[in-house]
C-alpha cells in the first residue's frame, strides 16, 4: 500500500486556490484511474484504487493545512506505513508556475502543511513539490497562496494536473525519473520539427551538346568555285 497526500484547505471558498493544488493533484489522479468514491476517512476524504502493481490510498486532509499531520499520521498508522511509502503533493513557491519536482525527505521550507507532517512524521516522506510561482516579496505570500489561479493559469495547470496523473503509476512504482518524463510530455511536449525544407535546387537547362560539323564532301574544283560566288 502506497498513501499519496494532497495538500489543500478543506471547503468550497479555497477550492480554487493556489494552496490547494495538493488537492486537486489527487482529485486529477482519483479520476483518471478510476478509484473509488471519496469517503470520510482520516480526519479528511479518502478514496482507494490501484496505480500500475500498487494499491494506493489517496488522502485530502480535513484538518487544514496548519494541521495536516494529524489526519495524515492517522492513515499511515492504520496502515502500519512508513515514510518510503507517502508521498505528500504540495504548492512550492521556490519554482516557477507549471514545474515540477520530486523530492525524498528534506526540510519544509515554511510550507506549515509540511511543517505540520514533519511534526507528526519526521522528514523522510517523499514529495512532489508543484510550482506556483512567487508573488516577488514575503508580505505577499499569504494573501497569494489563498486566492485562486488567475485565468491566464488555466492551461498550464490543466497540463501538469494531466501529467501528474499520467505518470501516477510509475510514481507508485517507485520510478520517478519515468514519472518525470510523464509530465513533461504534458507540460512540455516535443515539438514537430518547424525547420523548412531545404529548397531543391531550380532544373538548370543543361547546354545543348555543340553540334558536330558535318563532313565537307566538295571536291576541290567545288571548293574553288564556290570562294567565287
Known sequence: MKLFVGLGNPGGKYAKNRHNIGFMA???????????????????????????????????????????????????????LGPEDITVFHDE????????????????A??????????HLGADYGRVRLGIGHPGH?????????????????????????????????????????????????VAPPRSSTSKPKAEKADVPKPSPTATPEPDTRSPMQKLLDKFR
Request: include cysteine; glycine fraction near 14%.
Open 26 to 80: 489527487v482529485d486529477e489522479i482519483a479520476s483518471d484511474h478510476g478509484f473509488g468514491p471519496w469517503k470520510a476517512r482520516f480526519q479528511g476524504e479518502a478514496c482507494e484504487g490501484r496505480l500500475g502493481g500498487e494499491k494506493v490510498l489517496l488522502l485530502k486532509p480535513g484538518t487544514f493545512m496548519n494541521k495536516s499531520g494529524q489526519s495524515v499520521q492517522a492513515a499511515a498508522q492504520f496502515y502500519k
Open 93 to 108: 513557491l521556490d519554482l516557477a508556475p507549471g514545474k515540477c519536482r520530486v523530492k525524498q525527505g528534506g526540510g519544509h
Open 110 to 119: 515554511g510550507h506549515n502543511g509540511l511543517r505540520s507532517i514533519h511534526g
Open 138 to 186: 514575503k508580505d505577499k505570500v499569504a494573501a497569494y497562496v489563498l486566492n485562486d489561479f488567475a485565468k491566464a493559469d488555466a492551461d498550464w495547470l490543466d497540463d501538469l494536473l494531466r501529467g501528474l496523473a499520467d505518470g501516477a503509476p510509475h510514481l507508485a512504482e517507485g520510478d520517478s525519473g519515468k514519472f518525470m518524463n510523464a509530465v513533461a510530455l504534458r
